[in-house]
């Protein structure tokens, strides 16, 4: 089993809808929850941070953590095809000695 | 800009060749990460350095290696490079005044 598990997709929503990307994990130490966007082979961008459960805003972006469920989700609201992207998440225990990533959710927003 | 500096951009050779990329972390970062990302897979996690000791393996191959100087930039060297190690190559890095950890915008290996 892996210790994070992310849906690959392909996700297509058309411009102007929410988007829902969810990550599930078994490991009960991690502490620290990440949400990175990478476009085409670039170098992934930190998008959310947040640590431990609840949720966190920042514009158009809700990071939703679950720990009692070991499920975290990313939502984007007003999506714009600026959006098209992988979405990577990514959790740490409280050393930061290794960050576990998911393999990623390819979205598409279509104008 | 995330402020992770990573050279060569690209970089091309031949099997059985050595490479060595090079990565500055961030102003004031002590920590340093490799990640290894072949084409349509996530990232693999490869080393984790701190203050120029080895913090964390994951699954490196004993043909790679890496180190941190005193400087603070770390190098991942290659070896007996198989066509199999064509990938993108990321470095990043963490510390300072938070916990976050940001990624150079790599170096893509084509081995021919």
């Known amino acids: 089993q892996k210790e994070v598990e992310q849906d690959p997709g392909p996700l297509s929503v058309p411009e102007g809808a929410i988007v829902s990307l969810n990550c599930t994990y078994s490991n009960s130490a991690f502490q620290y929850f990440m949400w990175y966007r990478q476009y085409s082979r670039k170098g992934p961008e930190l998008l959310m941070y947040?640590?431990?459960?609840g949720n966190k805003e920042d514009g158009r972006f809700t990071a939703q953590v679950d720990k009692s469920s070991k499920y975290i989700s990313l939502f984007i609201r007003d999506s714009q095809p600026s959006d098209s992207a992988t979405y990577l998440c990514?959790?740490?225990?409280?050393?930061?000695?290794?960050?576990?990533f998911g393999s990623g959710t390819k979205l598409n927003v279509k104008p | 800009d995330s402020g992770v500096t990573q050279t060569p951009k690209h970089l091309i050779t031949a099997t059985g060749q050595r490479v060595t990329l090079r990565c500055s972390p961030r102003s004031g970062d002590l920590s340093v990460y490799w990640y290894q990302q072949s084409l349509d897979q996530g990232l693999q996690f490869l080393i984790q350095?701190?203050?120029?000791?080895?913090?964390a393996k994951g699954n490196i191959l004993e043909r790679f290696s890496a180190q941190q100087f005193p400087d603070l930039h770390s190098e991942l060297n290659l070896s007996s490079l198989e066509l199999g190690d064509s990938a993108l190559y990321f470095c990043?890095?963490?510390?300072?005044?938070?916990?976050?950890?940001?990624f150079g915008p790599g170096t893509r290996l084509t081995v021919l």
């Open positions: 947040t640590y431990s459960s």
């Open positions: 990043a890095s963490r510390g300072g005044l938070g916990n976050e950890q940001f």
């Open positions: 990514a959790m740490v225990s409280g050393n930061f000695n290794k960050f576990y």
């Open positions: 350095y701190y203050n120029g000791e080895e913090r």
